[in-house]
């Protein structure tokens, strides 16, 4: 055991959206060697904390647990004695029926170290993102958060044996006399098994029938549903919905409204799925958010150098090619930052020539001070193919850094045309992927790569072939939808233009005509 004790941040992860998550409670998650998490509504809060993080599971769901609280409280005091840094990442905030003062009351107990980083809680924001206002200076000056459901009456579960049912109304609070005479607006956590014991004991204890309600599902999230009816009415209508847990139910007038703004943009209540690097979804995203779309990771994709031994070699002799010839922005990167290794000086490049496969590549490898000398007018590295056999003179060399999974047609093809070709992989593509669970309610799924859609379709190949019968993919170039069509999907949205502006563009396009599709 460590001689000094380490540190726990109770982090707030938000209702789902990770763009939720506040920036205080992503440091935290960054900085973890230890994350203690719940059943979160999004895989991607997992993803900001460091690949060498120790990651336990000790989430909650309806009739089932996978930790006692209890356990939960000496874990995080056994890490945190270890002297490593622990974060306990809870859905919501921890003071919302988040048993933070629970975990905190041990942690004191232990002489323990501890910060609370607050999160949005979902009693306002999912109920916000399905245009429900909690208050409304004419209808509704104030709100009541109530759990839907309690620790169950400790004789009652002796007695019971091998546990109770979720629904019963020994779960619920016994506070409904007092809830059904309140003002304002009502809202229930955790309540949505006990729907109708709930709406029967509110009408039992005077709530009108005829109060306007509703239950909120999956708020901020792809697929959020919201079903409105009538107090009485409201268990019948979220039965005939199929609305499942968790879910949030609101009674009062304010439930009656629709604030969403929907059409105000582009792309306003659309949303869409995103796989590649981070730097490739931090562009798409913000593109997507600015026009009013919804993102979500799809996939995780993070580059792994290989050879870098013979890359350096290569970029210690560059006098001795004639091209070097880029098909990815990562190419590119890579190949520079072994350049700098190597110190070489720019101006002994001088001799050499570029070659890029599209637009978006060519603009990339500006950015080091290089301007592309062959660029095809069509994105594919058949074109590509094509304008270097006519472009390269007789006896050149070319470079051709790329991916490890990157088609070895362009390589073949100037081979065959007595070109003199070094090809070398020099990185590869690892993929992290979604739960199947979170891309459920997605308009779309974009990839910028043929080896995104290579990672992507690394497991689950049949369920995701069936989810892209209600889901569109958009893919970034005819090679890119090329590599889908080897998976039996058919029909995607084609960007021809290599950037997030391109891709946002052909989503618009589609949605307005549909004459894109291929």
Sequence with gaps: MADTCGMVYLVGAGPGDPGLLTRRGQWAVSRAEVLVYDRLASWELLSFAPKCCERIYVGKAAGRHSMKQEEINGLLVEKAKEGRLVVRLKGGDPFVFGR?????????????????????????????????????????????????????????ARDSGSGHDSGAEGTLPDGFPLYAKLSGTLIFLMGLSSLETITKKLIENGKDPDTPAAVVCGGTLPGMRCVRAELSRLPEEARRAGVRSPGIIVVGETAALCFRGEGALPLSGVSVGITGTDSMALRLSERFCALGARTVRAARSDLVPLNEDILSEAAARLSGYDWVVFTSRNAVRIFFEAVRRQKVDYRTLAHLKFAVVGRGTGEFLESFGFFADYMPKIYTTEALAKGLCAAAGKGERLFLPRARQGSKRLAERLLSAGIEVF??????????????????????????????????????????????????????????????????????????????????EAIIKERQDGDICI
């Design 100 to 156: 933070g003062g629970e975990e905190i009351g041990k942690l004191m107990e232990a002489g323990i170290p501890y910060e609370v980083v607050p999160g949005v809680t979902s009693a306002v924001a999912a109920l916000a993102d399905a245009g429900i206002p909690v208050t409304h200076r004419k209808l509704a000056q104030s709100f009541h958060v109530i759990t839907g459901h309690t620790a169950y009456p400790a004789e009652t």
């Design 423 to 504: 090809d070398l992989a020099i990185y590869d593509i690892e993929t992290e992927q979604a739960p199947l669970s979170e891309l459920l309610g997605v308009d779309y799924v974009t990839f910028g790569s043929a080896s995104g859609v290579r990672g992507f379709f690394a497991e689950n190949v049949k369920e995701k072939r069936e989810l892209f019968s209600t889901v569109t993919p958009v893919c970034i170039g005819e090679v890119t939808a090329a590599a889908l069509r080897e998976y039996g999907i058919g029909r995607a949205v084609v960007a021809g233009d290599y950037t997030a502006d391109g891709v946002a």
